[in-house]
Every structure is written in C-alpha cells, then in structure tokens.
Nanobody, 124 residues
Framework: QDQLVESGGGLVQAGGSLRLSCTTS????????MGWFRQAPGKEREFVAG????????AYAASLKGRFTVSRDYAKNTVYLQMTSLKPEETAVYYC?????????????????WGQGTQVTVSS
C-alpha cells in the first residue's frame, strides 16, 4: 500500500515550535525526494522544504529564513520538519509529498504521492 502518513500537527502559540513527521510505505518508500508543502485557506499550496533520501541534500523556501529544518531517518522510513519561531500567518494544512526523481522540486505538480495533511494552527 502506497502511503504517506503525517503526524505532529496541532495548536501552538506564536513563537513556538512543532515537529512534523511523515512516514512512508509501499512505492513511496522508493521515492527519491520528499517534500513538505503547506496550504492556508484560500491560498495555493506552497513549497516549504525538501530533502533527497540518498544524500540528505535539502532545499527550503526563501521566506523561512532558517527557521525550519527538514531531516530524514532511514531506519524509520520517516522524514521530519522541525518548525521554530512560528507565526500566525503560517497556520495551514501541512502536507508531505514524495517524488520519483532526484531533483528537489518546489512545485506541487512535480510530486507523485501525497499524504492526507496535518493541521498546524499558530495562535497570536
């Protein structure tokens, strides 16, 4: 079964931190790149961060300014997104995605598999 399962979302105060997890299974396990996206109500889905399984190469949206960190754990088939100094405008559903290519794409259409999303709400 091809699955991406996110967890770790929730409610946090502005300035706080959260760590999201994404566990892969099935064909998604053999994907080369994992990405994190987010979508706020009424807005388009936007790229947050990505990581390549093979060598751990990462990429981030320029707006994050070093506040988020993406990492991987081979043994657990899991990718993480550590988020710090969260802002209310970052309230969104956060999605994990997998891509069958070695390049870390920043466009949602370039990804082949998607998780169901996890809600992150940042209160002011």
């Amino acid at each position: 079964q091809d699955q991406l399962v996110e967890s770790g979302g929730g409610l946090v105060q502005a300035g706080g931190s959260l760590r999201l997890s994404c566990t892969t299974s099935g064909r998604t396990f053999r994907s080369h790149v994992m990405g994190w996206f987010r979508q706020a109500p009424g807005k388009e889905r936007e790229f947050v961060a990505g990581i390549r399984w093979r060598d751990g190469t990462t990429a981030y949206a320029a707006s994050l300014k070093g506040r988020f960190t993406v990492s991987r754990d081979y043994a657990k088939n899991t990718v993480y997104l550590q988020m710090t100094s969260l802002k209310p405008e970052e309230t969104a559903v956060y999605y994990c995605a997998a891509r069958n290519d070695y390049a870390i794409a920043q466009v949602a259409d370039e990804y082949d598999y998607w998780g169901q999303g996890t809600q992150v709400t940042v209160s002011s």
